[in-house]
């Protein structure tokens, strides 16, 4: 029986199309001689068979109808421009080669996606088992560190130090003008900044790595004391009653700033450089930075490393997108082309 | 064989302005000719193949729009398109070139008020049998002919329950003859969605005829399916 695009058409359609065609003399001889021997075994079919005969014989048995009007056209209707919708669209022709090139396109994508999908999963699978020895190395690194065992891990611990004066300092920024410290680059406040906050912050430290990443510039240079973000500005003279809390905050600098460079791994300039009262601060910052300018530059290039690269879309993923566009395209373009043809 | 007609055209045949007499010579020509004469430009050889196939033509839209209004409509229209395009015909049947075309406007008005259904079918109301009488053959007597109107009138009735494109391959096959060949060269299908959609035409206006049963004259009547008994 007859299949229409794959689909099971219901039993009395297929009966019809065969006796349809048996009505017009379109069956094959081996076909009639099949259907002519149901026939003559099936009076359903018979009785079927002649009703569509008599259905076909009223509609041709249909009498004319005389027209209302003669149609013949007037010169200025003939004299008309053809209208340009009327012209058959080049595309529509191509329409059996865009259906054919949808469907390889869209296979195609299939195929790459499928691939991707197995590669990635594949490489999941592999990379699963080096993770863990990963972070069991790093575990030792956790650890607050008067030896750090790497410069990045250590900038993030100092980055996390940095954060927890910051808020402190920005309550008491109104105040004390230290006016070449940038805002990125606080003075701890000595009375709020307990020094054993600072190692139990190492241990957020490695949940924000990948934030403190792209700031570790700054925070090297905070880690020197923060004169230099804003060179221009030079450090007033305090006031006598702001000196006294500057002078406790240059008390509690060494504190952070001591705890700063020994994660850094850098050997402690001479406390007394920092911490003697009266040094002005714009001095005491030149110095911490020269002390930690070359793990700042070491941390520089480390950050420089560590910075996060633009994100590089893979081969397959490109090849991916680019057949999905296409596929889709060719399928918006076929099914244009079939409309237009069928005009 | 080529001869000189006179003929008198009246100018309120084309429009419906009062008459003014245009005196027109046409020349009886082969179709070829007419064609050719056609696709020079020459408004009143295809004229000529107008008054030849308008009856055909009009029948067609009739049967497929179902009432006069839409299928007078679809014929001029069907006749000023095929006349700016008659330059694109290279030769075949020039009736399926015709065929197509008002085929082809009648699918896509079809369409079109059934997308945008500004009236109802309903509000065209039954065929007006007075404004569209049915030709008569001369010899029926007159309850032949009532009879003769009724049957049409459920038949036209079931043909108009048919989708679109099935509607159009059963009237181009059963009402105008066409071949198989023809239907799918003026479709633009194929055979075997000819064949497909002849069947299903027919099948389902078999089956509304034996639903509208007892209002076909007796002798039009189907014979109720057997498996029903």
């Given amino acids: ?343 | 064989m080529i001869g000189l007609v006179w003929r008198v055209i009246r100018a309120d045949m084309l429009d419906s302005r009062p008459a003014a007499y245009v005196v027109s010579c046409l020349c009886t020509m082969d179709e070829e000719s007419l064609i050719a004469a056609a696709q020079q430009g020459k408004v009143e050889a295809f004229n000529e193949l107008v008054l030849t196939y308008q009856q055909q033509v009009y029948n067609l839209a009739y049967r497929i729009m179902g009432d006069p209004a839409s299928a007078a409509d679809a014929t001029q229209d069907a006749f000023i398109s095929a006349f700016q395009s008659i330059g694109r015909f290279r030769g075949g049947s020039f009736k399926s070139y015709l065929m197509r075309i008002v085929s082809n406007r009648c699918y896509d008005e079809l369409r079109r008020r059934k997308r945008r259904p500004a009236t109802s079918f309903e509000d065209f109301g039954a065929v007006d049998e007075e404004a569209n009488p049915v030709l008569t053959n001369g010899h029926e007597r007159p309850e032949e002919y009532a009879e003769r109107q009724e049957m049409s009138r459920v038949i036209q009735a079931g043909i108009e329950t048919l989708p679109p494109d099935q509607r159009i391959t059963l009237v181009l096959s059963d009402v105008q003859g066409l071949s198989y060949q023809e239907i799918a060269e003026a479709m633009d299908v194929s055979l075997g969605t000819v064949k497909s959609r002849l069947a299903r035409a027919r099948g389902k206006l078999r089956d509304y005829l034996r639903s509208q049963g007892e209002l076909l004259p007796a002798r039009y009547r189907l014979e109720p399916r057997v498996a029903e008994y």
């Fill in chain 1, 1 to 343: 029986m007859a299949r229409f695009g794959g689909q099971r058409i219901p039993e009395q359609e297929q009966r019809d199309e065969l006796l349809s065609a048996y009505l017009d003399g379109e069956l094959s001889a081996d076909e009639r001689a099949r259907l002519e021997a149901q026939l003559a075994a099936d009076p359903v079919l018979r009785a079927e068979l002649d009703a569509l005969r008599h259905t076909v014989a009223l509609v041709r048995a249909l009498p004319a109808v005389s027209v209302p009007r003669n149609f013949i056209l007037a010169r200025e209707i003939a004299a008309r421009p053809r209208p340009a919708r009327q012209a058959r669209p080049r595309l529509a022709w191509a329409a059996p080669f865009l259906t054919a090139a949808t469907a390889v396109a869209s296979l195609l994508f299939v195929v790459v996606l499928a691939g991707d999908l197995l590669l990635l999963g594949m490489g999941n699978r592999a990379s699963a088992p080096v993770l863990e020895p990963q972070m069991a190395a790093e575990a030792p690194r956790e650890l607050p560190a008067p030896v750090p065992a790497s410069e990045e891990d250590v900038v993030v611990e100092a980055e996390v130090e940095v954060e927890v004066t910051v808020e402190v300092e920005v309550e008491a920024e109104g105040e004390v003008t230290l006016g070449a410290v940038p805002t990125e680059t606080p003075l701890p406040m000595p009375a709020e900044v307990p020094p054993e906050a600072v190692p139990p912050v190492t241990v957020e430290a490695e949940d924000y790595a990948a934030e403190v990443a792209a700031d570790v510039d700054a925070t090297a240079v905070a880690m020197g004391g923060g004169g230099t973000m804003e060179p221009a500005v030079p450090a007033p003279i305090p006031s006598p009653p702001v000196a006294e809390k500057a002078e406790e905050a240059l008390t509690t600098l060494p504190t952070a700033t001591t705890a700063a460079r020994a994660a850094v791994g850098v050997a402690q300039p001479t406390p007394s450089k920092v911490g003697e009262a009266g040094l002005p601060l714009e001095a005491a910052r030149d110095e911490e930075e020269e002390a930690a300018e070359p793990p700042s530059g070491a941390a520089e290039s480390e950050s420089e490393r560590v910075l996060p690269q633009r994100p590089v879309i893979p081969p397959w993923r490109a090849l991916e997108i680019a057949l999905g566009l296409i596929a889709f395209g060719l399928a918006l373009a076929t099914i244009w082309a079939w409309r237009a043809r069928r005009r």
